[in-house]
């Protein structure tokens, strides 16, 4: 609950399982998020090989490894929400006080990582807008996706009383990213016309 230490400390507690179930997708995520960068990889390295080596870098290693790192920011929470002996030296409205500040920590780790969420997806345009296997209009969303992702990042750590609407007004663009996921699932990528100019 925003601003209320004691209130979230009580949550945590009574739905420990839950908060833990958070803490490993954020672990699942992160591996997921390497296979899926290196998948796009051996796509679109015949595009541009540069590009690609950037959007793997951008887009699977550093965020997976925010994701791995941020779950160590809810396992202190965890940690000072069920009281362990060694923090009896605290009382328990100073616990929920740092069990709080580990879940900030938490999100402005997430404000940080949009940065490489927007980043990740102009080289990652760029492959699909001279790919030729993927429509343009997809590459040039992505564009505009990433973009969105650095506003919303940018306003949450220099004006963060905004960034909720910033984020209510950039939703439609970040709706690229999906567009992308759906066109590769449900078309496909024509992978044979740049094989056939290659010849």
Same mark, same amino acid.
């Given at each position: 609950m925003r601003g209320n230490a004691t209130a979230t400390a009580n949550n945590i507690a009574a739905h420990e399982l839950l908060f833990r179930l958070g803490m490993v997708s954020d672990l699942l995520c992160g591996t997921i998020l390497i296979f899926l960068a290196l998948a796009l990889y051996r796509l679109f390295k015949g595009v541009d090989q540069n590009q690609a080596v950037l959007m793997v870098i951008l887009g699977g290693?550093?965020?997976?490894?925010?994701d791995f790192l941020n779950v160590l920011n809810d396992a202190a929470a965890l940690i000072l929400v069920r009281g362990a002996d060694f923090l009896s030296v605290f009382e328990k409205p +100073?616990? @929920?006080? *740092?069990?709080? *500040?580990? =879940?900030? *920590?938490? +999100?402005q $780790?997430?404000?940080?990582? $949009?940065i490489l969420w927007?980043?990740?997806? !102009?080289?990652?345009?760029?492959?699909v807008y001279r790919s030729r !296997? =993927?429509?343009?209009f997809l590459g040039v969303w992505?564009?505009?996706?990433?973009f969105a992702y650095l506003t919303i990042s940018f306003t949450?750590?220099?004006?963060?009383?905004? $960034? @909720?609407?910033?984020?209510?007004?950039?939703?439609?663009?970040? =709706?690229g990213e999906m567009a992308f996921m759906l066109w590769l699932v449900i078309k496909g990528a024509k992978?044979?016309?740049v094989a056939a100019a290659a010849s």
């Open positions: 290693v550093l965020p997976a490894t925010i +100073h616990r @929920d006080a *740092l069990a709080m *500040l580990f =879940l900030r *920590l938490h +999100h $780790e997430i404000v940080a990582a $949009e927007g980043l990740w997806l !102009f080289p990652l345009a760029i492959l !296997f =993927l429509p343009r992505l564009i505009i996706n990433g949450g750590l220099l004006l963060p009383q905004y $960034e @909720d609407p910033v984020s209510n007004y950039a939703f439609p663009a970040l =709706l992978v044979q016309p």
